[in-house]
């Protein structure tokens, strides 16, 4: 599980349902909207400095692979199409985008 916090979002390991522990601490320009990939071990996160990171797992431990600044205003809101193979967002510029994702 992903959760925010001012400037930081917190991974979160649980086992049969019931929390272990936060296993990942990562420092962000405030998280505004956290999406988790149904599909693959990856999630996005929409930030207040007009950012789209997409963060993956390797082993437990979470890296940013990519980061894109396309909005002039935070982003308030970020989710998938039915495939996931694109991400729709939007921000206080007024403007949606969609974006086509690559996955392996």
């Known amino acids: 599980m992903v959760s925010c916090?001012?400037?930081?979002?917190?991974?979160?390991?649980?086992?049969d349902g019931k929390q272990i522990n936060c296993i990942q601490q990562i420092q962000?320009?405030?998280?505004t909207?956290?999406?988790?990939s149904l599909r693959t071990i990856f999630f996005?996160?929409?930030s207040f400095d007009s950012s789209i990171k997409l963060y993956y797992d390797n082993n437990y431990k979470w890296y940013?692979?990519?980061?894109?600044?396309s909005h002039g205003g935070l982003v308030t809101c970020v989710?998938?199409?039915?495939?996931?193979d694109q991400l729709i967002s939007?921000?206080?510029?007024?403007?949606?985008?969609?974006?086509?994702?690559?996955?392996p």
Do not use: R
């Not at 400037?7 to 649980?14: A, D, L, R, S, T």
């Not at 909207?33 to 988790?36: A, N, S, V």
């Not at 940013?64 to 600044?69: H, L, R, T, V, Y």
């Not at 989710?79 to 996931?84: A, D, H, L, R, Y």
């Open 33 to 36: 909207y956290l999406i988790f």
């Open 79 to 84: 989710i998938f199409n039915k495939q996931e």
């Open 28 to 31: 962000i320009d405030y998280a």
């Open 90 to 103: 939007c921000s206080q510029d007024f403007l949606i985008v969609i974006w086509k994702i690559f996955l």
């Open 5 to 15: 916090q001012q400037n930081e979002i917190k991974i979160w390991k649980f086992h």
């Open 44 to 46: 996005i996160a929409g």
């Open 64 to 69: 940013k692979q990519a980061s894109n600044i």
